[in-house]
T-cell receptor, first 113, second 116 residues
């Protein structure tokens, strides 16, 4: 079955630096991959979607890469701010005709002022 | 746009009672809605896929008779936890997909269920 791995350890960085989060997957070739942000006690908020034929996607300070050979996606936040502190989840399409997603465990990002 | 609401946001109930959670898409129509459960410091686990006007599809290991799902309209899906027990205490989150839209899911704010 599909396996998604995100760094379970919290990532602590200094304000203004670039945060890079990693999502690795095995036993699967997803048609797309998505990144979500989740704050404590809240539902996830969609950030970016990248498809298997896309290498890179950008949105303001966010950048996502998708390497289907390495089976890895990198999520970058440039010029990070304390307000970026949250848990970031990657999710793969669940396959089949539905839109269901399989989520990773998430990485907690803490941006220090 | 693409706002999803859940009600209630928090519920505490006694063991053996049933609890209903509503999920509404406020500004879009969702032919498909999903129900997830999230335990502390864990990821979202998909429980079931709910399609408007048809029976829900449950993930392996999820009891369909315990977690009743009804998707009566394009903007409302409900999850009823029947005969709740303390081990059902969790954070329940729903999401909707725009009818005819992309593969993005729009999530509700979640419902914290505590069973005493």
């Amino acid at each position: 079955s599909q396996k998604i791995e995100q760094n379970s350890e919290a990532l602590n960085i200094q304000e203004g630096k670039t945060a890079t989060l990693t999502c690795n997957y095995t036993n699967y070739s997803p048609a797309y991959l998505q990144w979500y942000r989740q704050d404590p006690g809240r539902g996830p908020v969609f950030l970016l979607l990248i498809r298997e034929n896309e290498k890179e996607k950008r949105k303001e300070r966010l950048k996502v890469t998708f390497d289907t050979t390495l089976k890895q996606s990198l999520f970058h936040i440039t010029a990070s701010q304390p307000a970026d502190s949250a848990t970031y989840l990657c999710a793969l399409d669940g396959g089949g005709a539905t839109n269901k997603l399989i989520f990773g465990t998430g990485t907690l990002l803490a941006v220090q002022p | 746009g693409a706002v999803v609401s859940q009600h209630p946001s928090r519920v505490i109930c006694k063991s053996g009672t049933s609890v209903k959670i509503e999920c509404r898409s406020l500004d879009f129509q969702a032919t498909t809605m999903f129900w997830y459960r999230q335990f502390p410091k864990q990821s979202l686990m998909l429980m079931a896929t709910s399609n408007e006007g048809s029976k829900a599809t449950y993930e392996q290991g999820v009891e369909k008779d315990k977690f009743l799902i009804n998707h009566a309209s394009l903007t409302l899906s409900t999850l009823t936890v029947t005969s709740a027990h303390p081990e059902d205490s969790s954070f329940y989150i729903c999401s909707g997909v725009l009818a005819g839209g992309t593969d993005t899911q729009y999530f509700g704010p979640g419902t914290r269920l505590t069973v005493l």
